[in-house]
């Protein structure tokens, strides 16, 4: 029966060595992977931020652009509505308008596909940190449509297409123009203005939705470190309280295994204070 009792004793206490070193070890390792943790996690976020900085950039630059695209239509309509009786004088303003689609319009439009494209690829890699970053519990950072981006590069192509459509109508149907036929010009202007204008308020919700992830993300950034030591101190303090519950199996496993109490040693081996308040006489 002695026997069993110190071979228990002593699988106790092995169990308890290994707990209690396992228990320092993390207290170490909590803090050395806070650490790095925070790193990385600052490097995501900040990489994130720089991309949603530049998609937001991108979208201003294309906001401006259909802007422009816009003011370009309204006057192509606007110069067409002015065409007059004299037909000889109409022929030289419809050869300066359909220059005008052609050199400014066509050109604007294919900037804006560049740019859509660029925009494009730079909220892909936004939207991938941010998901990486939505995966940590407790975590929700907006994530930028690609849908709308979808649909807004659908509609320019439109437009592109209805530029290209004008222009060759233009061409073609120039008599017709010249003697008084302007809705054939100013329908698809009217279309392509109600059509930028629709895709103008879409790029400044899209904006506005790139700066709300931008905040997000600066927010996120500045709280990593705080929420990180928060969670090392707490995991610290779990760790402590199971070494000093397996220090103290330890103890009471070496009092079973060798029949003695460690405490009541030192305590015996401790020496006698000796008493100041006596005097000698």
């Not at 066509?106 to 660029?118: A, K, N, W």
Request: without cysteine; negative net charge; proline residues 3%.
């Amino acid at each position: 029966m002695q026997n069993l009792k110190r071979v228990l004793a002593a699988i106790v206490m092995v169990i308890s060595a290994l707990v209690l070193v396992l228990s320092l070890a993390g207290i170490v390792g909590a803090w050395i992977v806070r650490g790095q943790l925070a790193t990385d996690l600052v490097g995501i976020a900040t990489k994130a931020e720089a991309r949603a900085t530049q998609a937001k950039q991108g979208v201003d630059r294309l906001d401006a652009a259909l802007t422009r695209a816009h003011d370009q239509v309204l006057v192509v309509e606007h110069e067409v509505q002015a065409f007059g009786a004299d037909l000889e004088q109409n022929r030289p303003l419809l050869s300066a308008i359909s220059e005008r689609l052609g050199l400014e319009l066509g050109p604007l439009f294919d900037s804006v596909r560049e740019i859509m494209t660029t925009i494009r690829e730079t909220v892909v890699a936004v939207n991938t940190a941010t998901e990486a970053i939505n995966a940590i519990p407790f975590i929700s950072i907006p994530v930028p449509e690609m849908e709308k981006l979808e649909k807004l590069s659908q509609d320019v192509d439109s437009v592109r297409t209805q530029v290209q459509d004008l222009r060759t109508a233009i061409d073609q149907r120039r008599s017709e123009i010249i003697q008084g036929a302007v809705s054939i010009v100013t329908t698809p202007t009217s279309q392509m203005g109600t059509a930028l204008g629709e895709m103008q308020a879409t790029v400044s919700g899209y904006s506005e939705q790139l700066g709300a992830v931008q905040e997000r993300l600066s927010s996120f950034k500045s709280a990593i470190g705080g929420w990180l030591t928060w969670a090392a101190v707490i995991l610290t303090l779990i760790l402590l309280w199971f070494a000093f519950s397996q220090a103290g199996l330890l103890v009471l496993g070496w009092r079973f295994f060798s029949g003695q109490d460690l405490l009541a040693q030192e305590a015996q081996q401790a020496p006698a204070v000796p008493d100041r308040t006596q005097s000698t006489v």
